[in-house]
């Protein structure tokens, strides 16, 4: 079982930087790939970044070059540097993590992020 807590969500101006983080708690973190989701009103939620156990990274077309996720095994936590924001980056940011060897999903509660033009 692993819990999810995000941080760092928050309203900032269009162009701005926010660095968001998910801690984890329970058991096997490392065996867990870690992702950043997001979901905007209205619209189905949506991957934003992956990170597997090795380190292996992947994005969205719409935040390449601008995001930057990032896992630290020893604070079981992992990151996503969010640079260049834009209004449609307003979203709720989920953090998931799958078991790769149960398959077995968790999510955090969410944190809002808010761009504003």
């Known amino acids: 079982q692993v819990q999810l807590v995000e941080s760092g969500g928050g309203l900032v101006q269009a162009g701005g930087s926010l660095r968001l983080s998910c801690s984890a708690s329970?058991?096997?973190?490392?065996?867990?790939?870690m992702a950043w989701y997001r979901q905007a009103p209205g619209k189905q939620r949506e991957m934003v970044a992956t990170?597997?156990?090795?380190?292996?990274?992947n994005y969205a077309d719409s935040v390449k070059g601008r995001f930057t996720i990032s896992r630290d095994n020893a604070k079981n936590t992992v990151y996503l540097q969010m640079n260049s924001l834009k209004p449609e980056d307003t979203a709720v940011y989920y953090c998931?993590?799958?078991?790769?060897?149960?398959?077995?999903?968790?999510w955090g509660q969410g944190t809002q992020v808010t761009v504003s033009s």
């Open positions: 998931n993590a799958r078991n790769v060897i149960t398959g077995f999903d968790y």
């Open positions: 329970g058991h096997g973190f490392r065996i867990n790939a």
């Open positions: 990170i597997s156990t090795g380190g292996s990274t």
